[in-house]
């Protein structure tokens, strides 16, 4: 296996781990709010995906094309500078 398919493996557990946390967050941060069944459904997966939303583009923001794929390749470089 590469090592930019570790890195990716390793970026998806850490997204999985991130999503279970985000979840019991969300639901801990709207335990307040007086509803439930649909309502408090539809509530929490809006609240989760305005966190990711606003997660991604405080990660983004001044990160054009050009610039990620740049990034992108010195990290590629990094690791296949890295003896296994």
């Known amino acids: 296996m590469s ?6 493996l390793i970026a998806q557990g850490v997204a999985d781990h991130c999503m279970e946390i985000m979840y019991d967050t ?4 709207l335990s307040d709010i007086p509803l439930n069944g649909d309502d408090y459904n539809a509530i929490h997966a809006y609240t989760m995906k305005k966190a990711i939303e606003n ?3 405080h ?6 094309h050009e610039s990620h794929i740049k990034n992108t ?6 690791l296949d500078n890295i003896n296994e």
Do not use: G, P
């Open 3 to 8: 090592k930019m398919k570790e890195i990716d």
């Open 59 to 64: 990660m983004f923001e001044r990160e054009t």
């Open 73 to 78: 390749n010195k990290i590629r470089s990094l």
């Open 55 to 57: 997660m991604f583009y």
């Open 26 to 29: 969300v639901d801990w941060q």
